[in-house]
């Protein structure tokens, strides 16, 4: 506890702040859909709400304080999209099976190390590229955006630079605070009245059938592993820290498994918004960011107990302040691994083709774009590295 004290920062724990808000703020409303899709009551979907919560924040705090590196988890925004669009042909009780048991798959390929094997073979200039593609896009919505919006965008902009000049340490806790002052000056922007009571959870018996374990578990861990796992590993990596892989996916898989029958249908890694914890706005030494890791999961915590309550609050947020606030949080990342990226001459080739695959946002059987961009840089760093012999 005393080491926590002394490394404790304000930038460290609201960089952890803004990582929780910006995880659930973009599909909250997608896990009451998948939920209500498969049959879902409101107590259910309070509780999916709880479990998710605990889970990710239990499993992100803890191992954040063990690693003393920012551990971000986060659920699937991707998996949501494919419960979404294939939740119809299930009920709820197969649905939690399936979650069950991709959470046991995810936690054996873990401890038994094979996700780390695979991932050494991928050079970092890949995976930089990949996840500067991935991130490309919130920091151009925030000048798209700025031809309806240019007020409010070059606002938040003048001071995130500003700041970042005189102040570089709280240049995202200045823009986040008078970003929200100014909010109500530019849109409209109406504080929830709140009534704080706890979630309760609820338990929902498991079915295990063929079809949901084939067409939701197994599909649900392809896309957990392509979007989130390897690029928040990657993340982690691109900034100079030695992730514990086989930890990190076997323990948030078997958290995942333990949490299943009360709606967790993931706890992942998290990708893009792990990156806001890991950038050297959070603190200039690396060994005292892990702070931002477990505000992030004592936030994710507060969520699930106060399910209800917290996620009305921060849902309030227009939809704008929340893209501007991830675009400008990410600027540094982008500018890092668009560096580590193109930084070898000999990679730049496969580099470039990676990034511009993973920056299309193109998805296959359900993959996205992420995978489909590594992929392409794999064949083509290959192809560029086989000798042949000349006749």
Not at 77 to 106: D, K, M
Not at 132 to 159: C, E, P, R, T, Y
Not at 281 to 303: E, N, T, W
Request: proline letters at 4%.
């Amino acid at each position: 506890m005393q080491k926590f004290i002394r490394d404790f920062s304000l930038p460290a724990a609201f960089a952890g702040f803004v990582t929780f808000l910006i995880g659930i703020s973009v599909s909250a409303v997608l896990v009451i859909q998948a939920a209500q899709i498969l049959g879902a009551t409101t107590e259910q979907i309070t509780s999916w709400f709880w479990a998710l919560g605990i889970g990710i924040g239990l499993s992100g705090l803890i191992l954040s304080w063990k690693f003393k590196y920012p551990v971000a988890t986060s659920w699937s925004t991707a998996g949501l999209a494919l419960i979404i669009a294939t939740g119809s042909g299930y009920n709820l009780h197969e649905a939690i099976g399936a979650f069950l048991v991709c959470g046991l798959i995810t936690a054996l390929l873990g401890f038994f190390g094979f996700f780390e094997k695979v991932l050494a073979y991928i050079p970092q200039s890949l995976t930089s590229s990949m996840l500067a593609g991935v991130l490309l896009k919130f920091g151009i919505a925030i000048f798209a955006n700025m031809q309806d919006h240019w007020q409010f965008i070059l606002s938040l902009l003048a001071v995130y630079i500003v700041s970042k000049r005189v102040w570089p340490r709280y240049c995202i806790v200045i823009t986040v605070v008078i970003g929200i002052i100014i909010c109500p000056f530019f849109m409209e922007f109406h504080p929830p009245v709140l009534h704080w009571t706890l979630a309760k959870p609820v338990w929902i018996t498991p079915e295990f059938t063929w079809s949901a374990i084939l067409g939701l578990a197994l599909p649900l861990f392809v896309i957990n592993m392509a979007s989130q796992y390897l690029p928040g590993i990657a993340m982690i990596k691109s900034y100079g820290y030695r992730p514990h892989v086989n930890q990190l996916i076997g323990w948030t898989g078997a958290t995942q498994t333990l949490l299943a029958p009360f709606g967790c249908y993931t706890v992942n890694i998290a990708a893009i918004s792990a990156a806001v914890s890991l950038d050297d706005q959070v603190h200039p030494d690396p060994a005292k960011r892990y702070i931002a890791g477990i505000s992030c999961g004592f936030f994710y915590i507060l969520m699930g107990l106060f399910a209800a309550t917290l996620t009305s609050l921060l849902m309030s947020f227009p939809s704008l302040f929340i893209m501007a606030l991830a675009g400008i949080a990410l600027f540094g990342t982008i500018s890092h691994n668009i560096a580590i990226a193109f930084h070898e001459p000999n990679d730049r080739e496969a580099a470039l083709l990676t990034f511009l695959c993973s920056a299309s946002g193109v998805q296959f059987f359900g993959i996205g774009s992420a995978f489909w961009g590594l992929i392409v840089g794999i064949v083509v760093s290959l192809i560029f590295k086989v000798k042949f012999k000349k006749t």
